[in-house]
């Protein structure tokens, strides 16, 4: 059975860079039919994509945000990992990684747990 | 972006109850609407993929219908256990777009 995990710090200070990694197990990240996607959610709020990657490392990017969020792969760690750079208390969320249908209507399933990640001096 | 947009925000409602949920897209995207449900702290769980495939596992109450700018999601008989919230999806355009959850509470 597929399972994501977020990891990274859980509190970011402003202006500085939140780096965040999902772990993949059950399963291989080069699968050809899936991409990985991360997704965030503003505490009591809703969800918002984030950007989204395939196996040999083409991305796409929520526009909104596409200037400060690189996504990478590491096919040999079996992980994908996000950075959101300049990030400021908008930037405080649950941050989710997903799995992505790539072949048919690029829905998320599953998803991680979520890490919370805050951002305050 | 397109927008897409849930009624209610809010149901309470009863056990065996049949509940409807809408969302609406600011322009047309096909069938590519998916809905979920998240259960408080939990992370979201796919049910319905495509407008009104059902997801592998999930209950036979939870159907999905609907395509262009107009979808539902209907649970047939509520069960306690159904309490979340329910958010709709579009993949049809960049970027992919969230409805802003319904919530249900049982009464």
């Known amino acids: 059975q597929l399972q994501l995990q977020e990891s990274g710090p859980g509190l970011v200070k402003p202006s500085e860079t939140l780096s965040l990694t999902c772990t993949i197990s059950g399963g291989s990240i080069s699968s050809s039919t899936y991409y990985w996607g991360w997704i965030r959610q503003p505490p009591g709020k809703g969800l918002e994509w984030i950007g989204s990657?395939?196996?040999?490392?083409?991305?796409y990017y929520n526009p909104s945000l596409k200037s400060r969020v690189t996504i990478s792969v590491d096919t040999s760690k079996n992980q994908f990992s996000l950075t959101l750079s300049s990030v400021t208390a908008a930037d405080t969320a649950v941050y989710y990684c997903a799995r992505q249908s790539a072949v048919a209507g690029n829905w998320f399933d599953p998803w991680g747990q979520g890490t919370l990640v805050t951002v305050s001096s | 972006e397109i927008v897409l947009t849930q009624s209610p925000d809010f149901q309470s409602v009863t056990p065996k109850e049949k509940v409807t949920i809408t969302c609406r897209a600011s322009?047309?995207?096909?069938?590519?609407l998916h809905w979920y449900q998240q259960k408080p702290d939990q992370s979201p769980k796919l049910l319905i993929k495509?407008?009104?495939q059902s997801f592998s596992g999930v209950p036979s109450r939870f159907s999905g219908s609907g395509s262009g700018t107009d979808f539902t999601l209907t649970i047939n008989s509520l069960e306690a256990e159904d309490a979340a919230t329910y958010y709709c999806h579009q993949s049809s355009s960049l970027p992919y777009t969230f409805g802003q959850g319904t919530k249900l509470e049982i009464k």
């Open positions: 990657i395939y196996y040999s490392g083409s991305t």
């Open positions: 322009q047309s995207i096909g069938s590519s």
């Open positions: 495509y407008a009104s």
